[in-house]
């Protein structure tokens, strides 16, 4: 293998939504070396680390219907059966609910945690607590999609954070996902809920590390159903 092909293996891509913030640490970096020289190098520390953050690696997703696969990089933080929320329009039933919170070191890019067709998408304004809080699923600001899978309408809720000031998502109302595919970015520290019907059972536990795309965290109980075609 050539030295340029193992650099190109090791580096992990940015994501293009990232590179007007790299290259405003860069510029910056620049004007504050022009400056003082020392500042130079702190600025490419900050420039380094935006790179990091707005990164987007490939992922190997676990190709099973009865499997709900980790939305977001980041710590299991709660566990719980709750009502979801009133723009879902899931009903007033309690709901499991898996929520995932991201700090500013994970990857912050998205990912379907089933297979299924995009209902609808709900965005509310709200403010911008700690999104590791639980009250951060009413009053933060958030995106919430429904998707139709086999085992019926689940939810998935983008929920800004303390310092997350923008939450992006690309997918539209009726087109297919596929569990794994990418379909949203938050900005600097945020969480990820997860809204599942009666049948599914955790797989994970409070404070584990979830990896988006890859790590199973819950699981439906084996049912014959319609099965959804996939994107071609």
């Not at 640490?25 to 504050?32: D, E, H, I, M, R």
């Not at 219907?65 to 009502?83: F, H, N």
């Not at 297979?115 to 911008?128: D, E, K, L, P």
């Amino acid at each position: 293998m050539s030295l340029f092909n193992t650099v190109r293996n090791t580096i992990v891509p940015v994501h293009k939504e990232g590179y007007p913030f790299v290259a405003a640490f860069f510029v910056a970096s620049l004007v504050l070396g022009w400056i003082f020289k020392p500042l130079f190098w702190i600025g490419m520390i900050f420039t380094i680390w935006c790179a990091y953050f707005f990164r987007d690696p490939e992922r190997v997703t676990p190709q099973d219907d009865d499997l709900v696969i980790s939305p977001a990089d980041g710590k299991v933080s709660a566990i719980q059966m709750v009502t979801p929320p009133a723009e879902l329009d899931l009903g007033s039933e309690p709901m499991l609910r898996i929520s995932v919170f991201m700090n500013v070191f994970n990857c912050h890019v998205n990912r379907a945690p089933m297979r299924g067709r995009i209902v609808s998408i709900n965005y509310r304004s709200g403010s911008f607590v700690n999104a590791e809080l639980d009250k951060a699923s009413e009053d933060n600001e958030r995106n919430g999609l429904v998707i139709e899978t086999r085992h019926g309408q689940i939810g998935v809720v983008q929920i800004a954070g303390l310092v997350a000031r923008r939450i992006l998502c690309w997918a539209n109302p009726n087109e297919p996902l596929d569990a794994g595919e990418r379909f949203g970015l938050i900005r600097f520290g945020s969480r990820l809920d997860v809204f599942l019907p009666a049948g599914a059972a955790p797989r994970v536990s409070l404070g584990q590390t979830a990896i988006a795309g890859e790590t199973v965290i819950a699981e439906f109980a084996s049912a014959k159903g319609p099965v959804i075609s996939r994107r071609s």
